[in-house]
């Protein structure tokens, strides 16, 4: 017997705690963080983004210096790529629900990109890894505010070798309308000078491209960034850094921060 789908579709795992739980003040905060990051639009808008995924007040400002670039986009895909800090997972999981909730509304799930997905060695339709996740579900409210009504996405939970993430983008992205995103942090729990040495060299990694400089324990999305950089790669893309901070930035503990760093890849 198949259980039927929530009415909406996913429920928000992480309103309340992540980002704000009433409508309105997320809007607003969103609105704020997007406004501050404002930036000239690019010639082009970027085929990739990485973005950090912890609460709005310690990431978000990193995370809307990538969105900034997107604002105003329309009939957009997103693939969302990120690890599952819950699940133990194998290769990718695509969600089988039509829809992922936020208290912004309903955003529904691309199902011509989840077929096209499926096809690709290692994928798999797998709700679970995706329920109580927040990797990708923060990133939602910054695509609800940047995008128009069109926007769909397509959540992708993976703990795949570098050269199969690239497979399932390749599969994906020749779309236009598509906008891929690695969701990670990077180093946890160092003091905070420990932590941007640390960083300095991931962010070199990925401005070169190399998906063999971020080892593990770097990047805590580095399956997700190891496979955007493999793809970057094959396709003769380049990456540049948006914004790097700490959480002690945001006056988090600076004897344990958390990393946080926003590129775009065109």
């Given at each position: 017997?198949s259980?039927?789908?929530?009415?909406?579709?996913?429920p928000?795992?992480?309103?309340g705690?992540f980002?704000?739980?009433?409508?309105?003040r997320?809007a607003?905060?969103?609105?704020?963080?997007?406004?501050?990051a404002?930036?000239?639009?690019?010639a082009?808008?970027?085929?990739?983004?990485?973005v950090?995924?912890?609460?709005?007040?310690?990431s978000?400002?990193?995370?809307?210096?990538?969105?900034a670039?997107?604002?105003?986009?329309?009939a957009?895909?997103?693939?969302?790529?990120g690890?599952?800090?819950?699940?133990?997972?194998?290769?990718?999981?695509?969600?089988?629900?039509s829809?992922?909730?936020t208290?912004?509304?309903?955003?529904?799930?691309?199902?011509?990109?989840r077929?096209?997905?499926?096809?690709?060695?290692?994928?798999?339709?797998?709700?679970?890894?995706?329920?109580?996740?927040?990797?990708?579900?923060?990133?939602?409210?910054?695509?609800?505010r940047s995008?128009?009504?069109?926007l769909?996405?397509?959540?992708?939970?993976?703990?795949?070798?570098?050269?199969?993430v690239?497979?399932?983008?390749?599969?994906?992205?020749?779309?236009?309308?598509?906008?891929?995103?690695?969701?990670?942090?990077?180093?946890?729990?160092l003091?905070?000078?420990d932590?941007?040495?640390?960083?300095?060299?991931?962010?070199?990694?990925?401005?070169?491209?190399r998906?063999d400089?971020?080892?593990?324990?770097a990047?805590?999305?580095g399956h997700?960034l190891?496979g955007?950089l493999?793809?970057?790669a094959?396709t003769?893309?380049?990456?540049?850094?948006?914004?790097?901070?700490?959480?002690?930035?945001?006056?988090?503990?600076?004897h344990?921060?958390?990393?946080?760093?926003?590129?775009?890849?065109?």
């Amino acid at each position: 017997m198949s259980v039927p789908e929530p009415a909406g579709g996913r429920p928000p795992a992480v309103a309340g705690v992540f980002y704000p739980a009433e409508s309105a003040r997320l809007a607003a905060t969103v609105d704020a963080l997007l406004a501050a990051a404002s930036r000239p639009a690019p010639a082009e808008r970027p085929a990739a983004l990485v973005v950090p995924h912890a609460g709005h007040r310690y990431s978000g400002p990193v995370a809307a210096a990538a969105y900034a670039l997107v604002r105003g986009s329309s009939a957009m895909r997103a693939v969302l790529l990120g690890p599952a800090h819950f699940v133990p997972l194998a290769g990718s999981a695509v969600p089988s629900l039509s829809a992922w909730m936020t208290p912004l509304g309903p955003v529904p799930v691309d199902g011509a990109a989840r077929d096209r997905a499926l096809t690709v060695r290692g994928v798999h339709a797998d709700d679970q890894p995706h329920a109580r996740e927040h990797a990708l579900e923060v990133q939602l409210p910054f695509l609800q505010r940047s995008a128009g009504p069109d926007l769909a996405v397509l959540p992708v939970a993976t703990a795949a070798a570098a050269d199969q993430v690239a497979d399932l983008i390749d599969a994906i992205a020749a779309d236009p309308r598509t906008l891929v995103i690695a969701s990670t942090d990077l180093s946890h729990h160092l003091p905070d000078a420990d932590a941007r040495d640390r960083d300095a060299r991931t962010i070199r990694a990925v401005l070169d491209l190399r998906p063999d400089g971020i080892p593990a324990g770097a990047a805590c999305g580095g399956h997700a960034l190891r496979g955007l950089l493999t793809w970057a790669a094959r396709t003769g893309r380049a990456a540049r850094l948006l914004s790097y901070r700490t959480s002690a930035d945001a006056g988090g503990d600076p004897h344990r921060v958390v990393g946080y760093a926003a590129f775009a890849v065109g």
